[in-house]
């Protein structure tokens, strides 16, 4: 299990410094956002080979709706994911992340027909049907994460993402991202639900339960430890702290927090 961390969580000026601060910490791996990305895959590619830090994932973040009921905002957000894979692939990264959908509802509701969540799982299961050998063709994955009710009110749980992977017969190059800061708000047991669907996981986001480090919440990562060295996951472990995407100021002080959360993870097993 390798480790990575989000690029906006370590501190520097260029792309280098950040991957060079990664490698002094230890880190396989750094995960970027999609947004924006494009233009700096030549500063970002010149970092991995410079460090031998690579790109864990692309993390497409809150770009475009992908359910949206319009078309043409559709197409948008489907061109803006292709990029982020494109990106991902120039990057030689293992896979773009990708939450399909943020906020509240923007589909009808049609009921008795169907309802919103109803329409929601057909519309991500006809764009998937064409993004799943669009990732496979170009030589990524697709990692589909579920996040809390707070954030969306679709695919809250493992569950609920699933189902997604069921409808596309467990497509081997989609998979899904366990989230554990969002797993402990919504799971009945996260280590249960690491276990029920380890075949289905090819991404792992860790953070405490106060979404801060490893070590500082009342997350048992010691359990998640075991179950996960038990089913034998080899993926990623990427940290995912603070509020992802912004979390630049905060950087110099993870820089010193994270030793810490570090020797915390490889004790229990998370983490080569």
Known sequence: MPLAIQEDMLPGKTAL????????????????W???????VPELAEAVEQTGVVISAVNHGRQGRLLDPDRDERERALAEFRQSVVDGVDLGAAGVILVPHFNAP????????????????????NHLRTLSDYVYAIGIDLYIEPVNRYETHFLNTLADAV?????????????????????????????????????????????DSNRRLPGQGMTDFAAVGVALCEVGYTGWIALECGRPGHNSDHAPHYMSELPAALELLRRVGLGN
């Open 163 to 207: 189902k997604v992977r069921r409808k596309i017969k467990d497509h081997p190059h989609v998979k899904l991202t366990a989230d554990l800061f969002h797993m402990a708000m919504e799971e009945q047991n996260t280590v249960a639900a690491l276990r029920e669907y380890a075949n289905d996981l090819g991404y792992i986001h860790v953070a």
């Open 106 to 125: 923007t589909l009808p509701d049609l009921t008795p027909y169907k309802s919103v969540v109803q329409l929601e799982y057909e519309m991500l299961h």
């Open 17 to 32: 410094e950040r991957f060079e601060n990664a490698r002094a910490l230890g880190f396989a791996g750094v995960e970027v």
């Open 34 to 40: 999609g947004k924006d990305l494009t233009p700096r």
